[in-house]
């Protein structure tokens, strides 16, 4: 392979706003380039970088796919080209947009890692962000913000356009995670022999850790360091979202973060300066589904395309040859 072409990863951005004002908060796209400029600057390469990307592909956002989050002040119809004008990226000729997924921003990684082998990409960014929290916020003060922008034109998208659920599903009510993934838990939980009381108690100490964690992370939503037997216990201030996982067991949409990694091949990076002290190789990749439909599963509670990556990406590792 030509070294040239080697895939790294070169700098990385993340933002967390607090900012109480809505009016005064950042949309969601210049919370997004807020996040990508810190990336570039993280490189060390600053503007130079923004200016040699040739790829800028947007992660998609809650507001535009669920109803739950639809936002009442506009959408962006090309998010990748509104960022990529916010940065000045105006090399950027491939622009992209992901359909949903929470697997996207890896499968993103993977699919430009290989396209900087083949010599199709040199620099590429991979952003995305939500301003929810500030969303929220205005809706509850009534204040109308204007957040749609149309620069003209329609990103590459990349992923899977395909609903999640079958209509047999939809009418027996697991149209989304938030109804499948506690099915799923009461599999992992039937499998293991456990009791419910057992199990709940497991899983309070295992997001304890990541609780733990939190505390010390300045960017962290949540920073109260919660113990085990609070994110276990059951009560006015903890209910079950969808049993067995309580309030604190479940991820926080309404926040306002992004965050942005920038990837190069070794010779952009080189010619850019970007010290190679700052270069991260990828040294296992993998990505797979398990069968789309849930009912279609033979069982609930093992993933064969968890198992099947993992084993890939390290015998990627192990054996690069």
């Not at 700098?11 to 990336?39: F, H, K, V, Y």
């Given at each position: ?13 993340q933002?967390t ?9 950042l ?16 490189a060390?390469?600053?503007a130079a970088?923004?200016q ?7 992660v998609r ?8 989050f639809?936002c009442?002040?506009?959408r962006?119809s ?9 940065l ?13 997924g ?6 993103c ?6 396209m ?18 500030t969303q ?10 204007d957040?749609s ?18 209509d047999v ?13 506690p099915?799923?838990?009461?599999a ?6 456990r009791?419910?009381a ?13 609780a ?16 085990a037997?609070e994110i276990a ?14 309030k604190?067991m479940n ?5 306002d ?6 990837l190069?091949?070794?010779g952009?990076?080189r010619a850019?300066g970007?010290p190679?002290?700052?270069?991260v190789?990828l040294h296992?990749?993998?990505?797979a ?16 395309a968890?198992r ?7 015998a ?6």
């Amino acid at each position: 392979m030509n070294e040239d072409r080697t895939p790294v990863l070169v700098g990385c951005g993340q933002i967390t706003q607090r900012e109480p004002d809505p009016a005064a908060a950042l949309s969601p796209m210049d919370l997004t380039a807020a996040a990508a400029r810190q990336a570039a600057d993280d490189a060390g390469a600053g503007a130079a970088l923004l200016q040699a990307l040739d790829t800028v592909l947007v992660v998609r956002s809650f507001s535009d796919t669920s109803w739950r989050f639809t936002c009442p002040f506009g959408r962006y119809s090309n998010p990748p080209k509104s960022l990529a004008r916010r940065l000045v990226a105006s090399n950027a000729q491939r622009l992209v947009y992901t359909h949903p997924g929470g697997n996207m921003p890896q499968w993103c990684i993977n699919r430009l890692f290989e396209m900087v082998t083949r010599g199709e990409v040199a620099a590429a960014l991979i952003a995305g962000g939500e301003a929810l929290a500030t969303q929220k916020a205005a809706q509850r003060s009534g204040l109308d913000l204007d957040w749609s922008e149309d620069p003209g034109g329609a990103p590459e998208m990349w992923g899977v356009d395909r609903r999640g659920w079958n209509d047999v599903e939809d009418r027996h009510r697991m149209a989304g995670a938030i109804f499948a993934y506690p099915l799923f838990e009461n599999a992992i939980r039937g499998h293991l022999g456990r009791s419910i009381a057992g199990h709940q108690a497991a899983m309070g100490s295992l997001f304890a850790q990541f609780a733990a964690v939190a505390a010390n992370n300045p960017l962290a939503d949540r920073r109260q360091g919660f113990a085990a037997a609070e994110i276990a216990a059951v009560g006015p201030d903890n209910p079950y979202i969808g049993f067995p996982y309580t309030k604190l067991m479940n991820a926080n949409a309404f926040i306002d973060q992004a965050a942005a990694l920038i990837l190069t091949s070794a010779g952009k990076a080189r010619a850019l300066g970007i010290p190679e002290d700052k270069w991260v190789y990828l040294h296992g990749c993998a990505d797979a589904y398990d069968h789309w439909y849930i009912s279609d599963r033979k069982d609930f509670h093992s993933s064969p395309a968890m198992r099947i990556v993992a084993e890939e990406t390290l015998a990627m590792v192990l054996c690069p040859g």
